[in-house]
Each structure stands twice: as C-alpha cells, then as structure tokens.
C-alpha cells in the first residue's frame, strides 16, 4: 500500500516579547522556576482547569456559560521552559454548512464532538496558544481567543491555586532592559511611518481645543465664519492630489474640517521602506531619518519604527516581536520547528548566553 504523504505548510505567527515581574517576592525566584513549581504540584491537568465566563475571559460568572482555559503539555529544552495554552467548553457543537450550489439556501447542521475509539470524551477546542519562558523572559505566539493578557491571568491564578505564590502576583510587561533597548536603538530600521492629523489648527487655534464643540461645526455649515484650517496631512493631501481632482470629488477644505470638528481619527501617514533589501547608502539614510524623527518633540507627529529582525518602535512604546515562519503538517503546528525558531530568536536578539544547544 502507498504511504500517504502529509501535506507540509507555512504559516506565519506574531512572536510578542514581555518581561515578568513578580510583586512583593522576597526571594529570588524566576517565573520559569515558579511555573514549573506550580505545574509539579498539579499534575492532573482536571486539577489546572480554570473556569472563566465563555462571553469575556476577565469575568466569572454562574448564570454564563462556562470555558475552561488550562496549561496542557508543556516540556523543557535548551534551558526553555515550553507550553501551550488551551481553551475548550464542555459539550460544544461545532456549525456545519452543506454545500449544494443548486439550492436557494444552505442547511446549517450542528456536529457533535465525535466518539473515541476508547471510550474517552471528546471535545472540540476553541483555541490555542503558545508560551516559551526563559527566566523572566517570556514569548507568547496568541491565537484568536486567547491573548496575552488572557495567559498573565491563568498564569497568576495557577501560581496562586498551587500554592507557589502567596500574596504576590506578576504582570507581563513590555518594559525592556536598557542593553536590549540599546541594541534595538543601533538596529537598521526596515520601515518608517509618519503620520499626523489631517488638521492640527483652525484659524491658529489648535483643532483638539474645538473638537466635539457642535457650535462651530454649526458656524461652518451656516457659513458664519471664515475657517482657515492647517496641519500637515492637509497639506500633504494638496500636494498629492491637485485642486482641480479634489473639487470633483468633493474632496474640500469645508468637508475635511467638518470631519475633525466632530472628532474624527482620519490621520495621513507617510512611509519610507524598501522591498527586498537595501543598499548600505539607502539603509543609511532610513536609519538618519528614523534617528532624527525618534529624537523629535512633537506630540502631533506619530512616529513608527520597524526595526530589521528585531521590535517596533510607536512613539515612546517600544516592543519587540517577531514574524515566525512556521511549519504546519497536515494542518497542525510543527512543535519542535516552533522550539528551534523560538530558541534561536532569544538567542540572537535577546543575547541569553546560558542557553544552550541540544
């Protein structure tokens, strides 16, 4: 008999970066060392269920339909603390269409989970997330129904479940050490954004002063005073598209500013890049021009920084992820690809020496 192949995929996953920070800790303890305390203290995974309301994750509630969110298998290598997160309901249909493209409508069927072979229930999952913590680093691949914040709570509430951890809890923060924001700093920047309100000023009083002030969007329509609006969008809008096509399209002064004096968030960024790879001269100047934008103060101009392999920079927030690409064979998550990719991320970019090869 032939021996069916699977079918090989690549899929690409947003790697996030945080540091934990344990409160009110007396000893020196890591996360990494408190979570495998905690998942040795509980064995059974019926003992790590964590019910939370179905509707919102934040709260619990009776008279709601209950999920349960749980650490399932996790394993160590490289040093690497690695697990993923599950959620599931008890009892969940899954919906089915039939398709029939000669019918005026399609029959929506609900499934069952289906029977195992040994008798064992089956239920269908919601989602599914992964973790690796090394330490206080932690990096987090999320997935539509669980979020980071959804981890920082099922993890607080499994330290404190087990006993482990007391009074005190963690966060998951982006704070960043200051090496690591250094080095981020000195990286070549791969794409910046500009970008700014359409109208910063009207008649040289700032536009976040009139905002959601019904009379002067009243005085613009009536035409009661003459509105001189400014900003450079709007000025980038007129240089880019001339008067003549503007006026076609309806696309005046009056029509614009009627928008942001009713609070509109319409913004026009601008955006230096290249495609494939830059030349030592082009990457120069992306990187002058995103040092010189960084170091700029000026609240009105939104400044976003991509930098090559390593994080991203919105005004003062930096963070640092990761695009994955990812194997996936026939349709499920190649995990020790993921360990390797998520090992030699924190090795290169987080410079964690004490992590060691298999």
């Not at 019926?46 to 749980?70: G, M, N």
């Not at 002058?288 to 991509?306: G, K």
């Amino acid at each position: 008999m032939k021996e069916v192949e699977s079918v090989v995929e690549h899929k690409y996953k947003m790697l996030h970066y945080r540091m934990a920070k344990i409160g009110n800790h007396k000893t020196a303890a890591t996360l990494q060392s408190l979570l495998t305390a905690a998942l040795k203290s509980m064995p059974y995974v019926k003992d790590r269920y964590q019910l939370v309301a179905a509707e919102d994750t934040s709260q619990h509630d009776e008279d709601l339909d209950q999920v349960k969110i749980f650490i399932n298998h996790t394993s160590e290598s490289f040093g690497i603390l690695f697990g993923e997160v599950v959620r599931y309901s008890d009892g969940a249909y899954k919906s089915m269409v039939k398709v029939d493209d000669g019918a005026k409508h399609l029959t929506i069927e609900q499934v069952a989970p289906p029977v195992a072979e040994d008798g064992k229930r089956r239920e269908f999952l919601d989602s599914i997330m992964y973790f690796a913590v090394f330490e206080n680093h932690v990096v987090i691949i999320q997935s539509s129904y669980l979020l980071i914040r959804d981890l920082e709570k099922h993890i607080n509430w499994l330290l404190h479940s087990s006993s482990v951890l007391e009074d005190a809890g963690f966060m998951l923060t982006k704070e960043i050490p200051k090496e690591q924001r250094e080095k981020i700093e000195k990286a070549n920047t791969k794409t910046l954004r500009v970008g700014s309100q359409i109208i910063e000023k009207v008649n040289d009083k700032p536009i976040k002063e009139m905002e959601n002030e019904p009379e002067y969007v009243d005085m613009l329509q009536t035409k009661k005073v003459n509105f001189k609006p400014s900003g450079r969008g709007l000025s980038f809008i007129k240089d880019m598209i001339p008067s003549e096509v503007r006026d076609r399209f309806n696309i005046t002064d009056e029509e614009i500013l009627a928008d942001a004096l009713e609070g509109s968030d319409l913004q026009v960024s601008v955006e230096v890049t290249y495609k494939r790879k830059a030349k030592k001269k082009s990457q120069n100047i992306i990187n002058s021009l995103s040092c010189a934008l960084r170091h700029m103060n000026d609240d009105d101009i939104e400044v976003e920084i991509d930098y090559d392999k390593v994080g991203q920079l919105k005004g003062n927030k930096l963070s640092i992820n990761k695009k994955l690409n990812l194997i996936y064979r026939d349709g499920v998550l190649d995990i020790l690809d993921l360990h390797l990719k998520i090992r030699e991320w924190l090795k290169d970019q987080i410079n964690l020496e004490s992590i060691e090869a298999a």
